[in-house]
């Protein structure tokens, strides 16, 4: 069991560095619309391959935060029923949330599988997209953020079905120390 939550807390890490990972490639993906901006006003004179960037940096954001809005448990769904089943039926509503967990870790191994032979066949090739002669960057690193992240999710999704209880622990643990027990 010590094992299993070592594990959990590395793969939490994990995910809360690539979380910051792709926060600061939101504060870069500004700095560079903010130069080509300023280029192309004062200086009539566009950065070339701006629009492959945000391109790029926008599939590498959303896979490099996804597994920590999987941690953090605000992954977009719609749970209202959820939230009421907890009330009446909370025996229901805990089985029904790692059902949902179950098929979403599954969904996850499923993008690992099919993006792993691209990845692999992107680092052979050496593929690239952009324009040559203006702007180039290769496929791959895309492939194996995805990759990772998909990876990685599928673990904390099936992480969250094993220890559903350790966030109400933890909750409980920090009430206590507030001195607010409900």
Not at 136 to 141: F, I, L, Q, V, Y
Request: some cysteine; overall charge positive; hydrophobic content about 55%.
């Amino acid at each position: 069991m010590r094992l299993f939550r070592t594990f959990s807390r590395c793969s939490n890490i994990v995910a809360q560095c690539a979380n910051a990972l792709g926060t600061l490639c939101v504060l870069a993906l500004i700095g560079v619309v903010a130069m080509d901006i300023v280029s192309r006003t004062v200086f009539n004179a566009p950065i070339m391959g701006t629009i492959e960037i945000v391109q790029f940096s926008m599939v590498l954001i959303v896979f490099l935060q996804l597994p920590d809005v999987v941690r953090a448990n605000r992954l977009t769904r719609s749970d209202g029923f959820l939230l009421i089943a907890r009330k009446r039926w909370p025996l229901l509503a805990r089985r029904l949330g790692q059902v949902i967990d179950f098929i979403a870790s599954l969904f996850m191994v499923a993008i690992a599988f099919s993006i792993w032979p691209e990845f692999v066949d992107m680092l052979e090739t050496r593929d690239y997209f952009g324009i040559p002669g203006v702007f180039t960057a290769p496929w791959w690193p895309i492939k194996l953020v995805i990759f990772i992240s998909a990876v990685l999710s599928a673990i904390l999704f099936a992480l969250r079905i094993l220890f559903e209880d350790a966030g109400v622990t933890a909750k409980a643990s920090t009430e206590k120390a507030d001195g607010h027990v409900s």
